[in-house]
């Protein structure tokens, strides 16, 4: 009962901090791209703090998060896993319906930080202009977090990896890093408890632009998904069990 009234209180102040820090970075991100990811990254520090002390989940980033212009590639188990990968990087990115871009504040920030916005069946159209714009210097080169398997999947779930991230491997023509995370071990994706212990998140050995489509994927699905259960495996949770 202890814990579950600490997770109800971090999962308040979770909400409330968002709104708080959203609006108060607001004019600044409004102005310049350095202050929407500034806005964020505050965010995410404050979310991983506050996790360490209200429910006691501690954080652990492993491997070398990447700088320079590639594709993130990561294991999904909880909002808490975007959370810790956005914050490891420096310009963290996504691709988010175009729809999204009317939303008040938050689809201010999302095209501040660089997110890729998209129309329905015209994704190939957005990522053209997102290399092209980082080729001619109108966007700082980032690094876009995806997420193979297409939505949150719950420790000991299977799930296929989508082609279309091969598909986009192939349209940016840039390295991809994989992430694996035990996350969903102490967040799960569904309900309001939160265990303590540790989460941990992996930046893998990154995988070179270049390789055939069905080859990257399998290379893919093998690193993430062989790292994620030795990660959980440490946290305790075993698929069989």
Known sequence: MLQWTRSLLFNAQMYLSMLVLGILYF???????EGALKAC???????????????????EI?????????????????????????GAVPRGKFI?????????????????IGNVPVN????????????????????RAGQLII???GTRVA?????????????LYEQLQQDCVPVATNIGVFWPKRGITRRPGTAVVEFLPRIKAGMERTEFMKELEMS???????????????AND
């Open 27 to 33: 004019p600044y991100a409004l102005i310049s791209s």
């Open 41 to 59: 990254h505050t965010y995410c520090r404050w979310m991983v703090w506050t996790a360490s002390w209200i429910i006691g989940l501690k954080v």
């Open 62 to 86: 492993r491997g070398t998060p990447p700088t320079d212009e590639v594709m993130v590639a990561a294991k999904h188990q909880s909002f808490f896993d975007v959370i810790v990968i956005f």
């Open 96 to 112: 988010m319906k175009r729809l999204l871009m009317y939303a008040p504040i938050l689809g201010q920030y999302g095209m501040r």
């Open 120 to 139: 329905r069946g015209k994704r190939g159209a957005a990522i053209e202009k997102m290399v092209r714009d980082v080729k001619n210097g109108t966007q």
């Open 147 to 149: 997420y193979p398997q």
């Open 155 to 167: 420790p000991g779930a299977t799930r296929p990896y989508k082609v279309g991230t091969g598909v």
């Open 224 to 238: 993430i998904e062989t790292h994620s259960n030795r990660l959980m495996a440490e946290a305790g949770f075993h």
